[in-house]
């Protein structure tokens, strides 16, 4: 009896009970997300952003990377190491941080198309930088802007009991995991209260980028949806834009 006791609990012990699972505020603050791969990702983007060849207006590039570092320095301020708390205000600076950078980065990337249109062979090469300047960026900021959106951000996440989060925009592979073997459901959301970091997000956006469709990670809501899709066609158009440039230059 006990053998066939301790079978029954082997197989059907891949959903351990809710006590088991850490979901209190004070034992998830302690998993909370680290600074600074978001911080140095925001950085690069706005090198790239900055450092944009000169048909991208130098008024434009200089008070979008203005605004943005002025956004980002309160928001470190108040979590400089780990994400562990947030106020109304910090919230509203990150979140906006993430669209300023997405929107800045089309208005490069409709300047992009015409100059990769109407420009002559002498500026090929520059505009080719300019483009991987552009679709880099592109990559950053919608991950940044992911991070931000889903479940209520990075440090809701990982400090508010799950029960207490907003809807997912998106689902991830380890949200399914539980009912995998041992070593794979041990990382899955409901055994070991795995939550998205940074770089599941630029993973996403990475892919995004490159298959032009979902891969592992599914929108869930509209405005997943519709980010996805923006960020799909930007890259496709720019792909298919900078393919006949090079062509035109080897020609």
């Known amino acids: 009896m006990t053998d066939l006791l301790g079978q029954n609990r082997h197989v059907t012990g891949n959903r351990p009970a809710a006590a088991d699972r850490p979901t209190s505020p004070v034992d998830r603050r302690a998993r909370a997300e680290r600074r600074w ?18 048909q991208f207006p130098l008024a434009l590039r200089i008070l979008v990377v203005a605004i943005c570092v002025g956004l980002l320095i309160p928001v470190i301020a108040v979590s400089p190491l780990r994400l562990d708390r947030q106020t109304r205000w910090s919230r509203a600076l990150s979140v906006s941080l993430a669209v300023v950078l997405v929107i800045s980065n089309q208005l490069a990337f409709g300047i992009l198309v015409v100059v990769l249109v109407t420009h002559k062979h002498p500026s090929g090469p520059a505009d080719l930088v300019a483009a991987l300047q552009v679709w880099v960026t592109n990559i950053i900021a919608f991950a940044a802007l992911f991070w931000e959106l889903d479940r209520g951000g990075p440090v809701s996440r990982r400090v508010d009991p799950r029960p207490e ?8 592979p380890q949200d399914e995991d539980v009912d995998a073997v041992v070593e794979v459901a041990s990382r899955s959301s409901e055994r070991g209260d ?12 990475l892919t995004n980028s490159m298959a032009y469709s979902p891969t ?36």
């Open 37 to 54: 791969p978001a911080v140095v990702a925001l950085v690069c983007a706005l090198i790239l952003y900055g450092t944009l060849p000169s």
């Open 216 to 251: 592992d990670v599914m929108p869930l809501s509209p405005r997943a949806k519709a980010l996805m899709g923006l960020q799909s066609a930007v890259a496709f158009i720019l792909v298919a834009l900078v393919i006949a440039r090079a062509v035109s230059l080897l020609g």
């Open 194 to 205: 795995w939550m998205p970091g940074f770089i599941d997000y630029a993973y996403l956006s």
């Open 165 to 172: 989060l907003p809807h997912a925009d998106f689902r991830f």
